[in-house]
């Protein structure tokens, strides 16, 4: 196989390597920042389940307050009461009496109402900050395994791109030019086996004359479709299974 030729392949290689460790190096820290960003909701949920359980609790003590200041104003009515001096003024302040009597009554329903809000407010919280502390812990482990991913793919990119480095000077500097020109515009994949006499890239066939040249010299050819290096790959020989290892066995006794 012609040398440059063999070189552009090795070359193409690491450059699938390279290409893939850059993808992945610049998608962990969106990785990381999705996990904060997913954990901050949990935190921000944590939060509004601590605003809604204090407001119950300040609304029951504003309550509880309105009950006070309602049997205030019935203790001061049954004192005025035994003062009145007509019927009138005595049916009035009972009343006002019964007025106050029946408001409390309606604040107790609201005071029980949020009493078992309260409860279910509470068991929620505590079931909320329990998986928050689990979410922490799991998203502080998965955010150390991508910062440590993100070392070793970045050391894996100097020692590849430093063994790239060794590689491009084998080849002509006008077929590295060629090669560089094809990568830029196929997306980085400027070299592609033969496959079943077809373009390994865009599957088009190729005229039997350029495989067989393929095949046969050392001639480089590009792909009349899409214009990318070929290189032919030998068929490997299917390997024997028993039942052919032992006929064979048998012929060369015989």
Known sequence: MNSNLQNLIELQKLDDVIRGLEAEVASLPRKIAGIESQLKTHIQQVESDKHALAENQKSRRRREGEISAARD??????DQSLMVKTNDQYKALLHEIEFQESEIRKIEDQILGEMIESENLDKRLRDAEAKLAEERNQAQAEIALAEQRKREDEEELSRVRT???????????????????IAKGRKGEAVVPVIDGTCGACHVHLRPQVVSELMSTDQMHTCESCGRILFYVPKQAPAEGPAEAAAETTAETN
């Open 73 to 78: 104003k019935i203790s001061h009515f049954k």
């Open 163 to 181: 063994e790239r480095s060794s590689v491009q000077p084998r080849i002509a500097l006008e077929i590295y030019e060629t090669y560089e020109r």
